[in-house]
């Protein structure tokens, strides 16, 4: 964090710069790098987990004051990208109104793009600056104006490259404008930190701005990822998803196990046994919140009668902290859990709370694995 930010004694552009990033509810504190505090609270399966090198994330810091540090600059640069929204999305209609005004008069749109007039244009890669018509960037909106929703809604991540392209001039033009407007300091380093967040690898940003020109290729921008996902037809007309993806895509993400034991409930399980408490050994290496697995599911891998020592959770917790790590937001997570003498057996982790409303995950029994016969019997 820049030494000249004190937590204790911020600017009153920093506070407003704070309480600005308060309203950008769909883009969570971790994303900005922050690890701490009752932000982590919510029932969802990725909340509590290790960090990416495998340490407990309140590990993350040395002292409460370094804590308190971390969470003011991913405040701060949670409103810079809250305060970037409507600074884009104008800026790309003043690029798009001046390259049309431009291309009917037969003006020099290069001259445009690389002038100190443009507003967001010239921040996109160099190498295909040649594409960069009126067109283009009328399409680019359509993703800008999407990606804004998808900051105020609910981030997940980038359908197209487009759409991650669009993050990077949101972050770009925040921080700038927190550093100008408000002497945030946040600079290029913090930079790297959003989009480290907010894309899954943030490298193929860094390689379209290394690309070398070539007028002939066009940037296929607007292609999805996922052959199943939902995109504007303005945008991929070609690319829009049959009705048997699109309903294959509605059922993975409506698709949710419930929570068995809620509130009160669990704590009457776990007392009767219903439950097993296997948080000790899944805070030492998984997750923090408390965890618990069905006796059931223990029962039905063989896992019951093993001692102490054996270290059987490994076998439900590895694959349960894989599924939450890809879909942090998931309420809940489906898998095929393996016994020590190859029993398998459908279970899931579930997230809910207690009744303290605190955070806990549980793996419940889901269903046995029926073995399919071989082709000769």
């Known amino acids: 964090m820049p030494a000249d930010i004190d937590p204790h004694d911020l600017t009153p552009g920093q506070i407003e710069l704070i309480n600005e990033g308060r309203k950008l509810e769909g883009v969570h504190l971790t994303i900005f790098g922050y690890f701490g505090g009752p932000e982590l609270q919510g029932a969802c399966i990725g909340r509590m987990q290790l960090d990416e090198d495998g340490q407990l994330p309140a590990s993350n810091y040395d002292s409460p004051e370094d804590r308190l540090r971390d969470l003011v600059l ?39 793009i690389t002038s ?9 890669p160099p190498a295909y600056r040649h594409h960069y018509t009126s067109g283009f960037l009328q399409r680019f909106a359509v993703v800008a104006a999407e990606v804004a929703s998808d900051f105020e809604l609910g981030w997940e991540e980038p359908r197209t490259f487009a759409h991650a392209l669009a993050a990077y001039c949101f972050a770009r033009k925040g921080i700038r404008n927190a550093d100008t407007e408000y002497g945030a300091n946040l600079g290029a380093v913090n930079l790297d930190r959003t989009m480290a967040g907010l894309l899954e690898d943030p490298t193929v ?28 037809p303005y945008l991929y007309p070609e690319g829009m998803p049959s009705t048997e993806q699109v309903d294959l895509l509605e059922h993975q993400l409506a698709h949710e196990i419930p929570e068995k034991y809620v509130g009160p409930a669990r704590r009457r399980a776990l007392q009767e046994g219903t439950l097993i408490d296997i948080s000790p050994f899944a805070s030492r290496r998984y997750f923090l919140c408390p965890v ?24 439900l917790l590895q694959t349960a902290w894989y599924g939450a790590a890809e879909h942090p937001t998931w309420k809940s997570f489906d898998y095929v859990a393996t016994g020590l003498e190859g029993q398998h057996l459908y279970v899931a982790l579930v997230a809910g ?25």
């Open 205 to 232: 940003i860094e390689e379209a701005y290394r690309a070398v020109p070539d007028d002939d290729v066009a940037p296929a921008w607007f292609v999805p990822y996922d052959p199943a996902s939902r995109v504007n």
């Open 353 to 377: 709370t207690d009744e303290m409303e605190s955070p806990v995950l549980t793996i419940q029994y889901v269903g046995e694995v029926i073995e399919e016969p071989d082709a000769g019997e």
């Open 74 to 112: 991913a405040q701060l640069l949670r409103g810079a990208l809250r305060q970037s929204i409507p600074i884009v999305l104008a800026g790309i209609f003043d690029d798009v109104f001046a390259l049309r005004t431009l291309e009917a008069a037969g003006g020099d749109t290069q001259g445009y």
């Open 116 to 124: 100190a007039g443009a507003q967001v244009v010239d921040l996109l």
């Open 292 to 315: 618990a697995v069905e006796h059931t599911v223990v029962s039905a891998l063989g896992l019951a009668d093993l001692p102490a020592d054996s270290e059987w959770e490994d076998l």
